[in-house]
């Protein structure tokens, strides 16, 4: 297993055709948007395990894919990134003027 340290806007690749980005978080949580063909099968642990002593689960649990998110929407996402990124530059600015 890899143990990675990534900041807000960052993001790993994962074959050609799987890229996660870390959209930023708090100690205990973070937002992860993971862009991935549809053709995975993409479940939080948390599901999983919910269902895991059901009989859906030993048949196969198959999660249908959202949408495709819009270019309007793709958009907000960035500029929802880009001012994440600057608010904690300009955070760490003030705390090291003090």
């Keep these: 297993m890899l143990k990675l340290t ?3 806007g960052e993001y790993l690749l ?3 055709d799987i890229k996660l980005v870390f959209a930023g978080g708090s100690s205990k949580n973070m937002r992860i948007l993971v862009d991935a063909p549809q053709k995975y099968n993409i479940a939080r642990s948390e599901t999983l395990e919910r269902y895991a002593a059901s009989s859906d689960f030993e048949s196969g649990i198959k ?3 959202e949408q495709a998110i819009s270019e309007e929407a793709q958009e907000k996402i960035k500029a929802i990134l880009m001012a994440e990124r600057k608010r904690i530059r300009k955070e760490k600015r003030q705390a090291s003027n003090g």
Excluded: A, F
Aim: glycine share 12%; no cysteine; charged share 20%.
């Design 6 to 8: 990534v900041k807000p």
């Design 14 to 16: 994962i074959g050609d």
């Design 63 to 65: 999660y249908s894919p």
